[in-house]
């Protein structure tokens, strides 16, 4: 017979192992793995010019690495720009007649908002509280024929997987810096930033718009250093990623990722 000890450490185990799975926590991570029902429409074009810039502040997602794999993001799962840079997986359910067939899922990243519109009483998919993901041309058509406007869908978050090391892009002026932060992996998606330049402390920064963070300091001529925290808690520092001859609209390569 097993000892009281080794006993109540297998009973611990297995309640941590059903908390776990209940609550579609994975180890390692917070991205829950529930599936959860929506719909989705597309905007712009096969080539995705129309689905460049947007609300999230990336510009080119082509050379930001995003590519055509993307999505914008109703008001319900935006969170006033603060989803920017999260990753979905997406399926096409319950329609047999455009749902393809044997599809599969697709993965994309928010980087974009759908915005709601009051003024109407039908097809308001992006008004809260829908949760609805207008997505590029060419995701919309690897699940579902084009024609067919709008379809329901099942969803859940997953891990960013993104080559290269966070960027940091600064703009601004002299008394005001803006940072917009891309390529984030892991969670994908910032909660918080706090900058330190080579003459201060760790300052916080306030999130402007998307994943755009600013500052009314001073830091030009100063070496700086960055606490980048992602919605899962996870942080990391980025010591004297942006040099003191910095200039604004240059980025710079964190050499690190989540």
């Known amino acids: 017979m097993a000892s009281s000890k080794n006993f109540f450490a297998m009973v611990l185990f297995i309640a941590l192992l059903v908390m776990t799975t209940s609550t579609g926590i994975q180890f390692g991570s917070k991205i829950d793995s529930n599936w959860y029902d929506a719909t989705a429409t597309c905007y712009g074009e096969m080539s995705g010019e129309g689905t460049m810039g947007g609300a999230c502040g990336y510009g080119d997602l082509f050379k930001q690495g995003y590519g055509l794999e993307t999505t914008a993001l109703s008001t319900a799962l935006f969170n006033n720009g603060l989803t920017c840079g999260a990753c979905f997986e997406i399926m096409c359910v319950n329609d047999p007649q455009w749902c393809i067939p044997n599809a599969g899922t697709i993965k994309i990243t928010a980087t974009n908002f759908c915005p709601a519109n009051y003024t109407k009483t039908t097809d308001i998919w992006c008004n809260p509280p829908q949760k609805h993901f207008d997505l590029s041309v060419p995701m919309f058509t690897k699940l579902a024929a084009y024609e067919a406007g709008i379809i329901p869908v099942r969803y859940r978050r997953v891990l960013c997987s993104k080559q290269g090391g966070v960027k940091f892009e600064v703009n601004g002026n002299p008394y005001w810096i803006l940072v917009l932060l891309y390529n984030v992996g892991g969670a994908g998606d910032v909660s ?8 201060t402390d760790w300052l916080p920064m306030t999130q402007s718009w998307g994943q755009n963070w600013g500052r009314g300091t001073t830091f030009v001529g100063q070496t700086l250093s960055f606490q980048v925290t992602a919605s899962d808690g996870k942080m990391l520092q980025f010591d004297n990623v942006i040099p ?6 240059q980025v710079f390569d964190g050499k690190k990722n989540f």
């Open 192 to 199: 918080g930033v706090k900058i330190k330049g080579s003459k």
């Open 244 to 249: 003191a001859n910095w200039q604004f609209k």
